[in-house]
């Protein structure tokens, strides 16, 4: 039975680049890929593969499983190994980054260096970095050079506990280079607050912003998931987004917008409510946005509740997207929102965006990494475009996850991530991997195989003059239901949903 179920993964839609197991003394570590990212670190237009492999060490549990004795043997110091992308994508690392610890120290073992990767041009030189995280309650700063990456750290960033997890990026104060956004969720006893750090060639680890939970609330977790989000109002300046799964006091939980600014004021200008699922909710346990998922213009939000309760009280991970086009009518109504399987645990959020041009929409992935008792771990990709659904587009099934007591979750896609473009055709890849098993710890870069985004295609486009234009009106099938000509001027397309108006679309006629 064990064979078949190692035989490899269920497919649906997908087909795997690269398969790279755990080998050697890495294979002592528990989480063979937990930390994922891509980004092109040799300038060659292929996004590359960054996996973290966090350290390992032996601990001497007394009867109350409390960590007696540390042992000085580190199994395992950790590594971030990146491998090119492109035509020549092998399973041979290209650059290995050591845990800047020294290797058989306490500090190595006990560090959880590359548990949380993020890649980005953070010092302005147009070489993309490496953000890693170091311990719980700092991370740390790769500089980019030409062909590669130092592997010796920059700069490193120093927090409390639960610093260095939910980092972010966003070109927050508008000066063109891009600046870290650090969630801090364990500070001042669970209330939890954000750190800020402009980007660029004087980049340095003192805050620049600081944004703290709101005042009406004793904790919250306020910075438990951070996302960077683009310009909505146009003002130059990328927003940002806050995740705080316990505010107000271990209540509904809510996501945070923040409009940046030069210097961006710390009073948010939007609030996203949870469903009011009391402590069990996770509202806003991880947060990314999607630059249009729906096809209306604008930038969505997607958030995960690994912890809602559904009627039966199963707990079941529950997916919301917020449409951007909406945020002006905003109710704390998600736009969509599903569960994705009864009994699932969906936590893990990837978006993968196409650049190409005939199916430009986002496309996000969820995952549940099993474990929870004898179902296998889930992967679902949801392609978006005007006729998104809550049915998933593509899916991978991992093996079943023999159950362990402290291995809860310990299974596929706890962590997906995009890998960025690595075969260069202009949409991003998936990377996932499992680690439950030192036999089988493995990461797969996948690549979406199924029909991209549909794309409404304005046929009548072709007829603008220059007092005006011919819209034509089509069904999701093409048909055409009504041609209007309308002159100069800027319209919106507004829709009426539950008796109200929702403001899709804005279109500029020349
Ligand atoms: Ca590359
Ligand atoms: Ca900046
Ligand atoms: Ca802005
Ligand atoms: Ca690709």
Redesign the pocket.
Known sequence: MFSLLYSGLNLTNFEILFTKHSTGDEEYSSAYGMGLCGG?????????IVIGIIPEDLFILDTSGVIDTVIDTVLYPGVIQIF???PLLDTLPDIMIPNPFLPDSELAARSDFSRVLMSGDFTGDSYVDLVAELTDGSFCLFKGKSGGIDTFPYLIFRGGIGFGRAFSKADVNGDGYLDIIAGEYYYGGNKGRVCIFYGGPFIDTFPDIILKLPSDANWGNFGWSTSGFPDINNDGCEEVLVGAPNYPDGGRGAIFLYYGGNPMDTIPDLIIWGESQGIFGDFAYRLRYMKDFNGGGMPDIITVDPGWYGEDTTASGKVYVYFGENFENFDSIPDMSFVARDSGYFIGIAVLESKNASSPYSMFVIGDPGGWSDYPSFVYLYTGGINYDTLPDGEVTGYYVPWVSDSVGAGLSFYPSSAGDVDGDGVDELLIQGFWDTDSETVWLLKYTGPLPYVFENKEKEKASANGMKIGIYDIQGRKLKSIKLPSGTYFILQKKQNKLFKRKILKIK
């Open positions: 092109d670190f040799n300038q060659d237009g292929y996004s590359d090119f992308g492109g």
